[in-house]
């Protein structure tokens, strides 16, 4: 079994930054993406990462966040990006376009990201 272990979020005004880390085995051998689930809300994929590097975006997040094998990068913060953040990951190679949580095996506990107006 793989354990994801979140970190880095928080609390932070529109505007601002904040950086999520995922801290797995071997990032070499796993797609690695991010998804949120607000309140009420089904979870929903924020980004991916493949083994070579490629990355894919949900529209909502695209030139805001960025995601790299161990964090994910969010600028520019909305009120709207309020969620529990969850890190997952699957062996191999991302599928394309890679933001379906079925294909995940593997998920961290969570962490909050709270954006006030």
Known sequence: QVQLV???GGSVQAGGSLRLS???PKYNR???AWFRQAPGK???GVARISID???RYADSVTGRFT???DNLQMNSLKPED???YYCAAHDGYCYNPGL???DFRYWGQGTQVTVSS
């Open 22 to 24: 995922c801290k797995a």
């Open 6 to 8: 979140e970190s880095g």
């Open 100 to 102: 379906t949580e079925y």
């Open 42 to 44: 089904q979870r929903e």
């Open 53 to 55: 590097g490629t990355t």
């Open 82 to 84: 309020t969620a529990m």
């Open 30 to 32: 796993y797609c690695m």
């Open 67 to 69: 995601i790299s094998k």
